[in-house]
């Protein structure tokens, strides 16, 4: 900010000036040293939560900011899309959803700091990595190594971006909010695999970008070999064991996953909040200074930007803020209450040397204190299994088993990891941490007045059926089966690979009535079959393996047959050594029992054909959906394979987050508006696969730990953010692949619909505290028991003790009110049954209604 300064200092107008500066989040020079960042001279201790622009809208941005602000968020984090910003060699796109810069300064006008990782290999589940296709597709390029092409265009983009943030004076030098930002990623893992070529790469990346000259520091994620002065940084599900390679370099967490992705076709993978706190106050014990959730607001993979082959377009995350931008509960409301229990602790952590003391085999304490009698201590459990009490400067603590007590005192525990609800600092009470249930409530899909001329009151779906096979003029005809990804370049997800072949009336399967077998051999990611223009077999790989191979019966006639391939990719892989050239498509097409045995069709002459008519014509837009005939008809078609589908729609009712509700549709594509809602796909994940009733929280979390939602599909609704809807007329365009029902499409309403807290008698002044959205009220108490509930907020139940007034107690206190608190004590309450066991315990659940 040094310019701005002298003006400002030297003309009297430095309290403006000051102001200006605290409004506008501004920062100074960065620098570090082992124990922390140094921002405008102050050591700073800072959480940071990645919200990736392109993953929610602009519309959002502000809300998602302040809801991290809420949580105890210091710093926003993101990845700069290379491919979402440089869409041919040179040519630039920084409009809406990327516009990088508008979402820099709304984290500055929130006041808060930012980290941008450009990378701008980023990997992120994210469309091939960030990277640009077109530039594998410039001949010699090798991605990641030391390669001149590659070093070329990544040097290009580097210093296009680092202009751009130095032009709007973005950087924390020159008064802006960038503390930190990021060179390649996660480079660490794959660098052996490149050899010398890689070594040099890794060097040559941190040179060119300390030599970009932002004034703050570089990092690099995951990197050994990281040269000064950039500094190496840890991602994973625990860094609290992790030290930067350069001992003068501070130890900053920029990956810590407080969830998982989730792919077409496989369970769901779930976190809980109790191990995220865990990991988080193990990490500020051991010495850490900069904490980055990946994500915290995961969002949404719109259009065709999921990565894959098979990522979902919901990127949750099971992040502290769902997809939709609502708190997700309970694990925002813990981390919060865990920031501010760490920020108690501040200065002691960032000015005195920790000392750790032994509280027993798997228990310890490290004190930070300072000469002046001040004093904060940590106390953590890593026994997996057993809850201990342990006695610390003579007093004693209960630590659950896998569990951080944070004391800023030494002596009051403010927080506790495993604990539902803990003393609040200054006044003692105990809060708790409050759960929500969400709904998705669904809501018909309404006409729109404008839409139909003739009828108002009921939908209206027009109707574009693509023809089987090639349209319009081929791209290529070869008498191989090429790759997929080398013919479309990623045009399109689509690619149809069309051959004929003729069937003698001699064969004796049309004679016996048998149907020959079509064996196919891909690459991934899936297939449709269509003999005869008729969709005969559908065929994909998964999530665990991406090439499958399928065997099924077909239909063929006597004369020539028409062979349709349309071959599918879901999404490009993100990582991996030379992940650029991981091949997709048909590798082998057979036919057997016919008369001369089987016949083998990979040689044959294919003709190619990249993408849909209705993509190339683009009819899901307001200017190309006049290019071809819609047929309006009363009967809409379903379980019909490539059929468009369109109709008008007013928007849902009210200002919830809205989800489009695919249950009977098959897979395909949608549009609001002309914007790319992304690709849906409601597919099953396996009934026997490893799902849990109940997460144990305890012990070393692994995305296939705690699994929820087998047998069910992965993802049932796609976010349409309310911003993208008009007062009425929204254009709803539906791709559909296989076959589907569009009538049984809805909106689906995001809604907390009620909250859940609970509270155990084993502190003076338990309190359980509801609170509805804004503008709702508890509506009913659905659920209340005072003695030894069990379950979590929506499937509590009442357990041997209960106290039968529960009920009516919690009613008194809260009905028809938007908030409410009932301390927990047995003068309230009495307990019935046998409550001999353990301390009792208040759980609610209520309905909150507008
Ligand atoms: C950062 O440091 C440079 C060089 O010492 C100085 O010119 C500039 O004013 C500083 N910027 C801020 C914002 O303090
Ligand atoms: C305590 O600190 C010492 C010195 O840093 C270290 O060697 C020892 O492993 C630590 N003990 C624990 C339990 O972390
Ligand atoms: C703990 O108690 C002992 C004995 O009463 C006393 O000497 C010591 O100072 C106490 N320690 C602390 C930290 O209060
Ligand atoms: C993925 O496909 C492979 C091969 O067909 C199969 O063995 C595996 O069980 C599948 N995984 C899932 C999660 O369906
Ligand atoms: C794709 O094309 C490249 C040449 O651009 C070739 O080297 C590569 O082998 C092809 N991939 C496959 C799987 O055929």
């Not at 210091?74 to 990845?79: G, H, K, L, Q």
């Not at 604990?419 to 809501?443: C, G, L, W, Y």
């Not at 907020?793 to 206190?813: I, R, T």
Request: glycine share 8%; proline share 6%.
């Amino acid at each position: 900010m040094g310019k701005l300064f002298f003006f400002y200092s030297s003309s009297c107008c430095l309290l403006f000036f000051l102001l200006l500066c605290f409004e506008l989040g501004s920062a100074g020079n960065v620098t570090y040293d082992a124990r922390s960042l140094i921002v405008d001279g102050q050591r700073k201790l800072l959480i940071s939560a990645s919200i990736h622009y392109p993953r929610s809208v602009p519309a959002m941005w502000p809300g998602l900011v302040q809801t991290a602000k809420e949580g105890g968020v210091d710093v926003i984090e993101t990845y700069v899309f290379w491919n979402g910003h440089e869409i041919a060699p040179s040519v630039y796109n920084f409009e809406g959803r990327f516009d990088l810069v508008k979402f820099v300064k709304t984290v500055q006008q929130a006041g808060m700091y930012c980290i941008l990782r450009i990378g701008p290999f980023v990997a992120a589940e994210w469309n091939y990595g960030g990277v640009p296709v077109w530039l594998h597709y410039i001949p010699g390029t090798v991605f990641r190594t030391d390669n001149e092409n590659f070093k070329f265009y990544m040097q290009r983009f580097m210093t296009y971006i680092v202009d751009l943030m130095k032009k709007e004076k973005l950087f924390a030098s020159q008064g802006g909010p960038i503390i930190l930002s990021q060179v390649e990623n996660e480079y660490g893992y794959y660098e052996q695999g490149y050899g010398e070529g890689g070594k040099r790469y890794a060097q040559w990346a941190a040179k060119m970008a300390v030599a970009q000259n932002t004034g703050v520091p570089w990092i690099m994620c995951q990197q050994y070999d990281a040269p000064d002065p950039v500094i190496d940084t840890c991602n994973g599900f625990y860094c609290d064991t992790f030290k930067p390679t350069a001992p003068h370099r501070p130890k900053i967490w920029t990956e810590n996953w407080p969830g998982w992705f989730q792919l077409f076709g496989a369970p769901n993978p779930h976190r809980p909040a109790e191990d995220v706190a865990f990991a988080v106050a193990r990490f500020f014990q051991k010495g850490g200074t900069v904490n980055n959730y990946y994500m915290y607001h995961g969002g949404t993979n719109f259009g065709r930007t999921a990565g894959g082959p098979f990522i979902t377009t919901s990127y949750d995350y099971e992040a502290p803020i769902d997809e939709y931008g609502l708190p997700n509960l309970p694990k925002w409301g813990h981390l919060k209450e865990l920031h501010r229990a760490i920020k108690l602790c501040e200065n002691l952590l960032l000015t005195s040397n920790p000392v750790n003391i032994s509280l027993g085999h798997s228990q310890e304490a490290d004190v930070y204190a300072d000469a002046s009698g001040g004093c904060a201590a940590f106390l953590a459990n890593t026994d997996d299994k057993n809850d201990v009490t342990v006695t610390f400067r003579n007093a004693s603590y209960h630590l659950p088993a896998w569990s951080v007590s944070i004391l800023p005192d030494c002596k009051t525990e403010v927080y506790n990891s495993a604990k539902v609800h803990r003393p609040d600092m200054q006044n003692f009470e105990q809060v708790t941490s409050q759960a929500s249930v969400i709904k998705m409530v669904p809501e018909d899909l309404k006409p729109s007045v404008q839409s139909s001329k003739k009828d108002s009151k009921s939908l209206n779906w027009e109707v574009f059926v693509e023809k089987a096979g090639i349209w319009g003029e081929a791209d290529l005809v070869k008498s191989s089966l090429e790759d997929h990804v080398n013919v479309t370049k990623d045009a399109s997800d689509y690619l149809w690979y069309t051959t004929s072949i003729t069937v003698s009336e001699d064969e004796l399967f049309l004679k016996q009535g048998r149907s020959p077998v079509l064996m196919i051999d891909s690459k991934g990611h899936a297939v449709h079959v269509f003999v005869n223009g008729q969709l005969q077999v559908s065929a994909s790989g998964n999530g665990t393996v991406f090439p499958f191979k399928y065997k099924k019966p077909i239909t063929l006639k006597a004369g020539k047959n028409e062979i349709s391939l349309l071959g599918i990719t879901v999404g490009l892989p993100t990582a991996g050594p030379r992940y650029e050239w991981i091949p997709a498509g048909l590798t082998s097409v057979v036919i057997k029992g016919l008369n001369n045995g089987p016949l083998d069709l990979s040689k044959n002459t294919w003709t190619y054909k990249i993408g849909l008519e209705g993509e190339k014509l683009a009819i899901y837009t307001q200017g190309g959906m006049n290019r071809v005939n819609w047929v309006a008809t009363a009967n809409v078609p379903k379980m019909q394979p490539l059929t468009w589908y369109k109709t008008f729609v007013d928007p849902p009712t009210g200002d919830e987050p809205v989800g489009l509700d695919m249950l009977y549709m098959g897979k395909g594509l949608a549009w609001l508006n002309g914007e790319e809602i992304g690709r849906y796909w409601p597919r099953k994940s396996p009934k026997n696969g490893k799902c849990v009733e109940q997460c144990d929280y305890r012990g070393k979390f692994m995305p296939d730990k705690c699994l929820t939602g087998c047998g069910k599909p992965t993802q049932r609704w796609y976010h349409v953010p309310r911003s993208w809807f008009k007062p009425s007329g929204n254009t709803l365009v539906i791709f559909e692949e296989r076959g589907g029902d569009p009538t049984k499409i809805k909106f689906s309403k995001r809604r907390t619909s009620g909250v859940c807290a609970s509270a155990s008698e084993d502190y003076p002044s338990a309190t359980v505290h509801l609170k509805c959205p804004e503008d709702t009220h508890i509506s009913k108490v659905k659920f209340a028991s005072f003695g030894t509930p069990r379950g979590a907020c929506g499937s509590y139940q009442m357990g041997d003790c209960h106290d039968p007034n529960s009920v009516s107690a919690v009613e008194k206190e809260c009905a028809k009110r938007n908030e409410c608190k009932i301390q927990v004590s047995a003068q309230k309450f009495s307990s019935k049954g046998n409550c001999a066991a353990g301390k009792r315990k208040l759980a609610v659940e209520v309905i909150c209604s507008s």
